[in-house]
C-alpha cells in the first residue's frame, strides 16, 4: 500500500520545519568560529529549549482552535517561583519541582476552566489571566534575585557522556512523557476533533470539554517545565515584562513555523519544537555574520512572513469566494 | 406494526422552536428487522423528529420506550450507547482527522491508556468494507475526500458503532447512482440481520425501492402510515400537501407580452458539480421564481450571477450584452445594477453589532460619497425614504440592528439593497424564519418592485410564495432546470412532482433547460 504517502502528507508541516531548521543550524555551525562542536550545540540546545517548551504548550492549545496568551507568564511565574522553592537537599528540591510543575498546570487549569466553562474567549480569558499570573510573579520577585540547587541546574544545562546537551534530552524526555501519549489518547483525539470541527465533534458524541481542559491544563504544565528550566540557566528568578511577552508571542511565531494551524485541528508539537529552534537560530545566524543585533527582529518577521505565505497558497485553489471568509 | 411488538415507540412529541411549532404531538413505532420510510416537505418537522431520537434535541413533551422501557437522551452519545445511531443530512464528519480516526471517533480502541492505532485500522477497515467502500484509505483525511466519499465513511462511522436503530437522512443525497446501488445492497442486508432502519428522503423511488412501511410527516404531525407500495405517488403527494393556504399575495398581472430583450439572461451556466448547463432569461417586470427541493444548486445559481463563485462556465448577459461579473462589487456596478439578498441575514446580510443606519447605508456608500466623504443629509433623505418604504420597525437608526426582530432585520437587508435602485433583485429565500405579516409586506413590496421595472429572481423553500408571487417558476435538480411552470401551471402539485422528478400531476409539458 501507499501508507507512507500519507504520513508524509500528515507530517509535511513537521518535516518542512526539521527542514528549514536543519538548513539554518547547518549554515550556523559552519559559520561559527568554533564549528561544529559540543560547546556550540550545547549552547544553542540550552537557548533553543526554553522557547520549544513554551511554543509545545502553546501547540496543545492551539490545536483546540484557541489561543493561550499566558504562556510567557506562566513561563514568568514559575521561573520566580522556582527561584524559591527549587533549592536545599535533594528532598527539598524535589518538593520544589513538584510544586513549580503544579502550580503551572493550575494555572493551565485555570484557564481551561475559564475558557470551556466559563465560555469566554480564549484570547480575552488568557489576557486576563496571564497579567494575573505575571502579578504573582512581581510579588515573588519584586527585583530580580533568588537562587536555585546549582547541583541540579548544572546536570540539566550540562552534558551527557561530554556530548549529548542534557537540555536537549530533557525536551526528549518531556515529548515522550506528555507529547506522545496526549496526542495518542481519546483526550488528545478529542482536543483535535474539537479545534477542525466542534459540531461534528459534539455530534460524534466526542468528550470536547475533556479534551480541550486537558489540552489547556498541560499547556500550563509544559510552561511550567519551561519556567523550571530558565531559573536552571540563570540561576535567579526574574519578573520580567518584556521577556514574558516575548516568549508568548515567539510561541505563536514558532507554532506557524511548525506547521500547526492556527485554525485548530492540525499540527504537532513537533512541528512547533522544530519551528522553536528554527525561529532562536536566525539570532544566532545574525550573530556569526556580524550583523548588528538591532537587526533581529526584522529578520525574524521577513522569516515568518514567508513561512505563513507558503500556508496561505491554498486559497488560491477555492471557488466559491465566499469560503474565504470560513 | 402488524402485531410485532415495536422496538422503539416515541408518543406524544411535541417541540417548538420560539413561535414556531417544529413538532405537534407527534407519533412513531419502529420495528427490528425492517426498513421505514419517512416522508414529508422541507419542514414537515422530519428532521427535527430524528434529532429527538438521536439526542441532539430534547423534546418539550412526549415519551420515548426503547424495548418497552421509557428512555430520554441527554446527548448524541446516550443516544449511541442505547444502540440508536443516526447518519445526519449536515455530515459529523471531522474535516482534519484520518478516515479511521472519524469512524472509531465515539469510542476508539484503546491500549494502556492510548489509541490503539492498529485495532483502530482493523475497525476501520472491516467497517469500510461492511458499508460497501474498501476502496477508501483508511488514512485518508477526511477534508481530502468528495463529498460522495464522505458520505460512505459517514455510513461506515455508523455501523462501526454497531446500532440496533440505524437512521439515515438524506442519506444518498450525495451519492452517485452506483454508490446509491450499493447502500441500497447494504442496508438491505442490514434489515435481513436484524437492524430497524429508519430512511428519510425525497426520492420517492428510493422510498419504493426500500421501505417496509412509510410515514408521512405533515406541519409537524404524522399524518398517515401505511405499508409501502399500497399508494400510488400522486397519493403520496397529496398527503405530504393537503394544507391550507394562509398568506396573502398581491394579484399577479395579465401575463404580459415578452419584452424583446431579457434584462438578465443565463446560458448554459455549469460550475463544479452543483451548477449543470442552466439557461433562464429573466423580463423587466417580471418576477420568476426557482423551486425545487433545498440544495439543488439554487443558491450556487445565484451566487454565480452575483459574481461569487470562480471558475463558471457559460455566459451571463445583461441587457442582451454578455458581460462578466468578477466580484459582488461589480455585480452592484451601476451599468449591471443588481442586488442579492442573502439566505441568511446574519453572517452575509448584516453586520448585528452596527447600527441600523450603518447597515441601510453600506450598499450605498459609494453613491452617497463624494471624495470620499459621506454627504451625511443625503444619506439621511435616503434611510428615511427607505424605513418609511418598507415600514421598518425600529427604536431609532442608532441602535444594533441586532436588536430589531427577524422580520424586521429582513426589512433592514432588503431597504439596503434599495437604497441603490437594483434592476436586477436575485433573493434566496427570504422569508425564512420571519413571521406571517411581514411576509405579507415583502410579497407587496416584490410586486410594486416588479411593476416598477425591476427584474426579479426569486428562490424560496416554501411553495406557497412560488405559486402566490412568481410569474414563472424554474424547478431545479440536481443542478439543472428540470422544468419550467407558467401562470396557471404553478400549483403545488406540480412544483412537488417535479421537485421530486417524478412525472405526475396536472399536464404541465416538462422542459428541460438543458435543451436550449
Request: aromatic share 8%; proline share 4%.
Amino acid at each position: 500500500m501507499k501508507d507512507w504517502r500519507y504520513w508524509l502528507a500528515e507530517q509535511r508541516g513537521t518535516l518542512l520545519a526539521f527542514a528549514i531548521f536543519i538548513l539554518m543550524f547547518a549554515i550556523y555551525t559552519a559559520n561559527h568560529p568554533a564549528g561544529f562542536t559540543a560547546n556550540v550545540v550545547q549552547t544553542a540546545s540550552n537557548k533553543g529549549v526554553l522557547l520549544a517548551f513554551v511554543a509545545m504548550a502553546q501547540t496543545l492549545v492551539v490545536i483546540t482552535a484557541g489561543i493561550d496568551l499566558s504562556v510567557g507568564m506562566i513561563f514568568t511565574l514559575t521561573n520566580c517561583l522556582a527561584s524559591w522553592l527549587v533549592i536545599g537537599t535533594g528532598l527539598e528540591t524535589a518538593f520544589g519541582v513538584v510544586a513549580v510543575l503544579g502550580t503551572g498546570l493550575l494555572c493551565g487549569a485555570i484557564n481551561g476552566a475559564i475558557v470551556i466553562y466559563g465560555r469566554l474567549q480564549p484570547i480575552v480569558a488568557t489576557i486576563a489571566t496571564g497579567a494575573v499570573y505575571f502579578g504573582i510573579a512581581l510579588l515573588l520577585r519584586p527585583f530580580p534575585g533568588g537562587s536555585v540547587n546549582e547541583d541540579l541546574a548544572d546536570a540539566l544545562t550540562g552534558r551527557l557522556f561530554g556530548v549529548v546537551p542534557a537540555s536537549l534530552v530533557a525536551l526528549f524526555a518531556v515529548v515522550l512523557i506528555v507529547w506522545v501519549p496526549f496526542s495518542r489518547s481519546v483526550l488528545g483525539r478529542a482536543a483535535y476533533a474539537a479545534g477542525s470541527s466542534e459540531t461534528a465533534a459534539y455530534m460524534s458524541g466526542v468528550p470536547i470539554r475533556r479534551g480541550k481542559f486537558a489540552a489547556y491544563a498541560l499547556a500550563g504544565l509544559l510552561a511550567a517545565i519551561g519556567g523550571l528550566f530558565l531559573t536552571f540557566f540563570t540561576y535567579t528568578g526574574d519578573a520580567a515584562y518584556a521577556s514574558g511577552n516575548a516568549y508568548t508571542l515567539f510561541s505563536i511565531a514558532a507554532v506557524v513555523l511548525g506547521g500547526v494551524s492556527l485554525f485548530g485541528g492540525k499540527g504537532s508539537a513537533i512541528g512547533a519544537i522544530f519551528g522553536a529552534l528554527a525561529f532562536r537560530t536566525i539570532g544566532d545566524l545574525l550573530f556569526v555574520f556580524d550583523f548588528d543585533p538591532l537587526w533581529q527582529p526584522l529578520f525574524q518577521g521577513v522569516i515568518l512572513l514567508i513561512a505563513v505565505s507558503l500556508g496561505a497558497f491554498a486559497l488560491f485553489r477555492v471557488r466559491n469566494r465566499l469560503e474565504w471568509f470560513l | 406494526m402488524d402485531g410485532a411488538v415495536p422496538l422503539f415507540r416515541m408518543e406524544g412529541i411535541s417541540k417548538r422552536y420560539g413561535g414556531v411549532r417544529a413538532l405537534e404531538k407527534a407519533e412513531l413505532s419502529v420495528t427490528s428487522g425492517s426498513i421505514h420510510g419517512i416522508l414529508g416537505e422541507n419542514g414537515a418537522g422530519k428532521s427535527t423528529l430524528i434529532k429527538v431520537m438521536a439526542g441532539v434535541v430534547a423534546p418539550d413533551e412526549g415519551s420515548m420506550t426503547l424495548d418497552g422501557r421509557e428512555v430520554s437522551f441527554a446527548s448524541p452519545a446516550a443516544a449511541n450507547q442505547a444502540g440508536i445511531v443516526c447518519i445526519f443530512q449536515e455530515l459529523s464528519l471531522v474535516p482534519e482527522l484520518s478516515v479511521a480516526d472519524n469512524i472509531v471517533i465515539s469510542d476508539p480502541p484503546t491500549r494502556f491508556g492510548m489509541i490503539d492505532r492498529r485495532a483502530q485500522r482493523r475497525i476501520a477497515e472491516e467497517a469500510l468494507a461492511r458499508a460497501g467502500a474498501a476502496d477508501i484509505h483508511p488514512l485518508a483525511l477526511v477534508k481530502d475526500l468528495p463529498l460522495s466519499r464522505r458520505q460512505m465513511v459517514e455510513i461506515a462511522k455508523a455501523l462501526a458503532r454497531k446500532p440496533r436503530i440505524l437512521i439515515l437522512d438524506e442519506a444518498t443525497s450525495a451519492l452517485a447512482a452506483a454508490d446509491v446501488a450499493k447502500i441500497f445492497a447494504v442496508l438491505k442486508r442490514l434489515r435481513e440481520e436484524g437492524l430497524a432502519l429508519l430512511y428519510i428522503s425525497h426520492r420517492m423511488n428510493e422510498i419504493a425501492e426500500l421501505a417496509d412501511q412509510c410515514t408521512v410527516f405533515r406541519n409537524g404531525r404524522n399524518v398517515a402510515s401505511y405499508a409501502a407500495g399500497s399508494k400510488s405517488d400522486n397519493e403520496v403527494v397529496e398527503l405530504m400537501i393537503g394544507r391550507e393556504y394562509s398568506h396573502i399575495f398581491p394579484p399577479k398581472p395579465v401575463r404580459l407580452p415578452a419584452t424583446a430583450v431579457p434584462v438578465l439572461e443565463a446560458r448554459n451556466l455549469s460550475w463544479t458539480d452543483r451548477l449543470d448547463n442552466v439557461s433562464l432569461t429573466v423580463a423587466a417586470g417580471e418576477v420568476v421564481g426557482l423551486g425545487g427541493l433545498d440544495g439543488q444548486g439554487q443558491r450556487e445559481l445565484l451566487l454565480a450571477f452575483f459574481g461569487v463563485l470562480r471558475g463558471r462556465s457559460g455566459e451571463i448577459l445583461i441587457d442582451g450584452k454578455p458581460v462578466a461579473i468578477a466580484s459582488p462589487a461589480a455585480a452592484r456596478d451601476d451599468r449591471i445594477g443588481m442586488a442579492l439578498i442573502p439566505e441568511d441575514r446574519k453572517t452575509e446580510g448584516l453586520m448585528l453589532p452596527m447600527t441600523v443606519r450603518e447597515n441601510l447605508s453600506f450598499a450605498a456608500l459609494d453613491r452617497l460619497s463624494k471624495g470620499g466623504i459621506i454627504d451625511r443629509a443625503a444619506e439621511q433623505r435616503l434611510i428615511d425614504d427607505m424605513v418609511g418604504l418598507l415600514a421598518i420597525k425600529t427604536a431609532g437608526l442608532d441602535i444594533p440592528v441586532g436588536a430589531l426582530s427577524g422580520g424586521n432585520q429582513q426589512k433592514v437587508v432588503i431597504a439596503k439593497w434599495l437604497m441603490r435602485q437594483p434592476r436586477i433583485i436575485l433573493l434566496n429565500d427570504p422569508t425564512r424564519g420571519i413571521d406571517v405579516g411581514t411576509k405579507q409586506e415583502l410579497y407587496q413590496l416584490l410586486r410594486k418592485l416588479a411593476d416598477a421595472g425591476a427584474a426579479i429572481l426569486f428562490y424560496s423553500t416554501d411553495y406557497d410564495e412560488l405559486i402566490g408571487c412568481c410569474d414563472r417558476v424554474l424547478v431545479l435538480y440536481d443542478g439543472a432546470v428540470k422544468r419550467e411552470l407558467v401562470g396557471a401551471e404553478i400549483t403545488e402539485r406540480a412544483l412537488i412532482a417535479s421537485a421530486l422528478n417524478i412525472h405526475g400531476g396536472d399536464a404541465a409539458t416538462p422542459r428541460h433547460g438543458a435543451d436550449a
